[in-house]
Every structure is written in C-alpha cells, then in structure tokens.
C-alpha cells in the first residue's frame, strides 16, 4: 500500500534560462529607485486623485476610460496603508510622509517589466529563433519611453501589459489547435486570451483596438477551419461556441465585473455624482440621499416638486423662476410678453418649488389620501413663492426665437388669456396607467393649446436674466431628447392652503421614508452613458502633439523638474529603436507588395512556409500598430506622446522579424550573413549607446550640467528644460 514511498518523489521541470534572465533585467530597470523622485510625476497628479477617492469610497466619473486601470492603482494604494490624504493640486509637489510612494507605483512598474518577457515568447510563439525572440525582448527592456512610463502611477504600461498577454495567449491557442484542441491547456489560453482582452478594454478603451484585431485573426482561422474537410460539422459547431464564450461572453461578463466592484466601493457622495441623474445620486449615501431620503415616491395633486432637468448640460438645473419679468423689449428690438421669467437655476433655491395643481379643483394641498397623477393626465404647476401658474403661449423666446417663450402667466387685463395646461407624458413608463414617481420617472409637460414641449435650451440669458438658462417650448419636438426631460428630484405633500403657511413650508425639509434604490444594470448603463459622452473641455496643452509628430518623435514630454539641480524626467524613445522600427515597418510594406506582385505571376522567392509565417507575424506585429495608431488621425482629442506607446511596441517587436527574414532569405552567401550578423551588432550597439545616453533623462538622475543637457537636445523641437545661471 505504502509502495510508493520506496522510490524519491522526483519533480523534472524545464527552465528557460533566457527568459529568467530577461524577466529579471526587466524588473531592475522597472524597480530600481522606483520612489525617486518622491514628488508627483506628470499625470500623477490626475490618477492620484481618483486613488484618493478610493481609499474615502467617494464616487467619482473620469471620462478617460472604465474603471479597472484606477482599481489597479488604488490597490497599490490599499497594499501600502494609503489613507486618501494627499492633495494632488500640482506636478512637482512633495509626497507626505503617509503616502506610501513604492507601493502606489509597483503595479505599473511590475506590468512594464514583465512585458519584457511577453515580447521574447511572443516571437517565439510566432516561431522564430531563439535570437529573433531575445532581440525583440532586450529592445523592449532598453526603451526609454517604455522605462519611463512604467515607472510611475500612469496607467500605459499595465495596458500593454495586458495587450501583449492577450496577444501571446492567443497565440500559444491557435498552436495548441492542431494536436490539442479542448484540451485543458488549450482551454486555459482560450479563456486568458478573453480576459486578458477584457483587462486591457478596462484599463483604457485603447484596449479595444488589439482586442478587434484578435477577434479579426480568429474569425479568420475559424474560416479556414470550416473549409477543413476533416472537421465534423459537430466539431466546427463546438469549436464555434467556445470561440464565442471565451472571446465574447466572458470579456463581456468580467468588464461588467469591473463597474460591480468600483459602484461597490464608492457607495459615498462626492462632487462627481452631480452630472448624474437624481435617482444615481439618491442611490448614493450622503449628498442628495440625505436631502430625498423619506420623500413620497408617487407625485399626487397638492405635491411641492422641484424638478430638475435630465439634460444635466451645460450644467445641471431646476426649473425656476422669481418676480422679475422679461423686459418689454429686447435689444434685437423684439417685444416680448412682459411675463415672469422661467429659467433654469444651477443652484439649490426655494424659487425652485412647484406645486402640482388639479386644473378642476383650487385648493393647493394634498387629499388625503392623495390621488397620484399619472401618465396622460393634464396638470397646473404653481410656483411655490409667487403662486403664478407655468405658461407659454405664441411669443418667441428671448434667446431661441423659433421657440415659444415660457413664463409665469401675470393677468395684465389685456388680450392674452392664460395657456397653463400640460399634459404629463412619463417616457421611461411600462405601461400607460404608470403613476409619476419621484425621482424614477422622466418627464415631458407638452403644453395643451400649443403641443409645444417644455425644453431646456441651454443659452445664457443676459444680466436681467441673471445669466440663468433659457427655458423655452418647443413647437416642433421629435423624439424624446434629454433636454425635453424632467424628473422630480425633491418631493413632499403640501399641507399648507395659506400662502404664508406654505412659505414656511416651501423652506422645511422633507420627510418619510421610501427606499428608491437602482439596480446595477440601471447604474451601470448610466455610468457607462456618461463615461462615453461626457466631454471635458479640451485645451491646447503645452506638450500635446499630433499623431504625425509621434513617428519621428518630434515631441517629448517634461514629466519632473528637480526643484533646485538640473536633474529632471522626460518621456522621450529610444532615437535608435524608433528609427529602426519605422525603417522595419517600411521595409515590410515593400516587401510584402513584392512578394505579392511576384506571386501573382506564378514566381515563388521564399518558401510556402516562410511565407505564412512573414504574413503571420505581419498580420500580429504590423496589424498591432496599424490598429492602435490610424484610429488617433480621427479623434479630436488632446492627444500626447504617450498614447503611442502601444503602437511603437508592436512596431518594435516587427524590427527582429524583419532582421531574421533579411537574414534567412536575402543573405544568401556565407559572406552576406556574416556581414549582416556584425552589422546587427553595430546596430544592437547603437541601441544601447541611445539607452545610456537618455538614461539620465529616463530615471532621473543623476542631474546633468546645463552643457550636457544642452547635448541632449538633438532635435529643436524637444523641449528639455535648462535653468538660467
């Protein structure tokens, strides 16, 4: 029974020295005084406040991208005992002593040292020699760009991180397809290739690019699998479905994970709830769900709403409106109604109160018990202070004159009656007996002797109107544009006939207690809306660039100035790799038109196999550039140097692809491949020349004399920074 124990426990593993070698040379040039300098670095300043929101649990909106790349660094953060106390306010500021420096930075650094690696199997995957595979990884490891990126709290190097991860699990997949499908090793690769994807997509949407061209490469191998006569119609089926659960449904499933978590741990109120809707930030504790906490849920007749626009742009506003009256005329010389001004007000106020009145009835308060108002029904709304009754009626607006001005009607005794029916149109109802709620339902009023809709139209109105937004009726209304929309954001049941009573009344909080919490698919819809659509304002910055600069490096960016010495960090590439790679791209393009020229008319230069690997390798390394560079030529966007780093590592790795294809097939002669392989080694040295010459710039330190930076500025639009003596 006990037999085995006769005979040594014997584990035989295989160990690729290279590749150990490569994994540690990576993560010394990633980690070596990773806390220098202990000041914020570039767009520190900008990610680190989001690691501040973390660590508080307050929620926040960045428009940049989804939220795993920021969780990644908050848990840095986390790791290190980073309370959140930091005010990130400015580029060179010195890091508190509660600030754990290292930790906050070691992710980063940790994905840009194990891309090293990724980029020796890769090649190796692609099948090329083991010296092809060890000059793509030492490439990778002396590129200043990539060192200098990795090594402070920015999200580019996790994103390539995980990009080349995809791409190498994929790749180890389709070789395992031959002789191992369904195998676990190849379902392994499978399911990482979709995670991976699905990790880069929720760093940065950049992401999505290489994760289109897997999924391109894959349609495409399984096109070929369906011409194989030797697969069952059973197999192809299988092999179907798995490509579409791990490639699709769990990259879907696992992105969706990423809005769980971050919505579960900013459950607080903060400043950036405010671009959400009323019933986000209801959901949230603190903030407005302090102020709503208790409110009735179903408007009734006799109800005091405010009612804020869903629009939320320029800013978000309530409907509003105060004593003062349009002014007789313009200054374009129109007339106008002489009526109270409508608007809609950015801020809190108690001239924000409407009551919702029955057109058939007077009294200004709540039945008991209440008869809520529902979709379809034709309601007065009442400001609460002035008791005048929301109007519009055929006199254009001041601001939007093919639009009707909305006011609160005065009787001036003359030929204009009252037009202060609406009818309630809930948009977001289930069915046409829905009840208006509080905060959930969105709202149009269309004005029943117009049919005009009350909009929000965005424009300032002039000092006599207190630079408040125009509210206007929109005659012609198609669709339900956010702008027409309103929801009740403040609620409470008006008990108060009198009008001085109701004042108070108008000025109190509100009371009672009715839970009106999302479901995560509603917030994760509206926090996936407003990720995608909200737009900061973009300024020119002192070291944007356009996408043209990026391939001759015509631009650098000063990410630290040392505050006395002249010691300073810059992203600047590797001039050498750079060149050789934009050189490598244009000697493949050549190439490849040649040899397809040549192969049309019957003439084979390279073997079969040589050729489905050149186009394999050009399809990964020239497609991963191609794909995460042209799309920039149609954003409009502040664009920087950075956002090329993706690209200009798939560039890189083509450079030893085309050096082994020189080699193997033009280099015929023993003489042409000894010349070339000392010319490969000039040109490795030269590389490595560059790297030691930028290093200075890479990590900071040590600080270099005017002159010597002086040297360094070898082209004049780079902007390296010399302190006057």
């Known amino acids: 029974m006990l037999g085995f124990l006769k005979e040594p426990v014997v584990v035989t593993a295989k160990i690729n020295v290279s590749l150990v070698a490569l994994t540690v040379m990576g993560l010394m040039s990633r980690l070596w005084g990773l806390c220098y300098p202990r000041a914020v670095v570039f767009d520190e300043v900008y990610y680190g406040q989001f690691v501040s929101l973390y660590m508080k649990r307050i929620f926040f909106v960045d428009d940049s991208g989804p939220p795993f790349g920021h969780?990644?660094?908050?848990?840095?953060?986390?790791?290190?005992?980073?309370?959140?106390?930091?005010?990130?306010?400015?580029?060179?500021?010195?890091?508190?002593?509660?600030?754990?420096?290292?930790?906050?930075?070691?992710?980063p650094a940790l994905a840009g040292a194990l891309c090293v690696p990724l980029a020796y199997q890769i090649l190796a995957e692609l099948h090329f020699s083991h010296c092809a595979a060890l000059g793509a990884a030492l490439l990778i490891l002396l590129e200043n760009s990539l060192i200098t990126q990795s090594r402070f709290m920015l999200?580019?190097?996790?994103?390539?991180?995980?990009?080349?991860?995809?791409?190498?699990?994929?790749?180890?997949?389709?070789?395992?397809?031959?002789?191992s499908s369904f195998s676990g090793s190849w379902w392994f690769w499978l399911l990482l290739t979709g995670v991976a994807c699905s990790c880069a997509v929720g760093v940065k949407y950049m992401g999505l690019f290489t994760y289109m061209l897997l999924l391109a490469t894959a349609g495409l191998h399984f096109w070929h699998m369906i011409g194989d006569q030797n697969l069952s119609n059973v197999s192809l089926l299988c092999h179907f479905l798995a490509r579409g659960l791990a490639l699709i449904i769990i990259p879907m499933g696992l992105y969706l994970s990423f809005f769980y978590v971050h919505l579960a741990l900013l459950y607080r109120s903060g400043p950036h709830d405010q671009i959400m809707t009323s019933a986000f930030q209801a959901s949230l504790e603190g903030g407005l769900a302090r102020i709503t906490q208790g409110q009735p849920l179903e408007v009734a007749y006799g109800s005091q709403i405010t009612l804020r626009n869903v629009l939320g742009k320029p800013m978000q506003c309530w409907l509003h409106s105060h004593t003062n009256t349009y002014p007789i005329r313009y200054e374009n010389g129109r007339g106008s109604s002489h009526q109270q001004q409508v608007t809609c007000y950015p801020f809190k106020d108690v001239n924000n109160w409407w009551i919702v009145k029955d057109p058939g009835m007077q009294q200004l308060v709540v039945s008991n018990p209440p008869r809520p108002v529902r979709h379809g029904h034709i309601v007065q709304l009442v400001h609460g202070i002035t008791t005048r009754y929301l109007n519009t009626h055929d006199v254009a607006a001041p601001l939007s004159p093919h639009s009707q001005e909305v006011s609160c009607y005065i009787d001036y005794n003359i030929s204009m009656p009252a037009q202060n029916l609406w009818r309630v149109e809930i948009v977001n109802r289930e069915s046409d007996t829905d009840v208006w709620k509080t905060i959930l339902s969105e709202v149009r009023f269309v004005h029943v002797n117009t049919s005009a809709v009350l909009k929000l139209s965005g424009a300032s109105l002039p000092e006599w109107g207190y630079r408040q937004l125009e509210v206007v009726g929109e005659k012609l209304s198609k669709g339900y544009h956010q702008s027409m929309l309103w929801n009740v954001e403040e609620h409470r049941y008006g008990k108060s006939q009198e009008q001085k009573e109701r004042e108070v009344e108008l000025h109190s909080p509100t009371q009672i207690d009715i839970s009106k919490n999302l479901s995560f698919m509603a917030k994760f819809t509206e926090l996936q809306w407003k990720i995608l659509t909200l737009k900061n304002e973009d300024t020119e910055h002192k070291y944007s660039s356009s996408a043209l600069d990026w391939i001759t490096m015509d631009t650098n960016i000063a990410y630290w100035l040392h505050p006395t010495s002249g010691a300073q960090i810059h992203l600047l590439g590797n001039v050498a790799t750079w060149a050789s790679a934009n050189a490598a791209a244009l000697?493949?393009?050549?190439?490849?038109?040649?040899?397809?020229?040549?192969?049309?008319?019957r003439i084979y230069d390279i073997p079969e196999d040589a050729w489905q690997l050149w186009m394999a390798a050009g399809g990964i390394c020239g497609g991963g550039w191609a794909v995460n560079y042209l799309p920039f030529f149609l954003m409009e966007k502040t664009l920087f140097l950075y956002h090329y780093l993706p690209a200009v590592t798939f560039q890189i790795l083509l450079i030893p692809v085309v050096l082994q294809h020189l080699s193997d097939h033009l280099c015929r002669s023993v003489l042409l491949k000894s010349m070339f392989s000392a010319l490969v080694v000039a040109w490795f040295s030269w590389v490595y020349f560059v790297y030691c010459t930028f290093s200075p710039l890479t990590y900071g330190q040590p600080a270099l004399a005017p002159a010597e930076l002086r040297a360094l500025r070898w082209k004049d639009t780079w902007n390296i920074l010399i302190r006057k003596q």
Do not use: T
Request: charged share 15%; net charge positive.
């Open 155 to 179: 999200l580019e190097s996790i994103l390539i991180f995980f990009i080349l991860l995809a791409v190498l699990s994929y790749l180890k997949f389709y070789n395992l397809q031959k002789h």
């Open 71 to 107: 969780m990644l660094l908050a848990l840095g953060g986390y790791l290190g005992g980073f309370d959140g106390n930091f005010l990130w306010n400015r580029i060179g500021a010195e890091y508190s002593i509660n600030v754990p420096v290292w930790s906050l930075r070691l992710l």
């Open 587 to 601: 000697l493949y393009l050549c190439l490849s038109l040649w040899y397809l020229l040549r192969r049309r008319r």
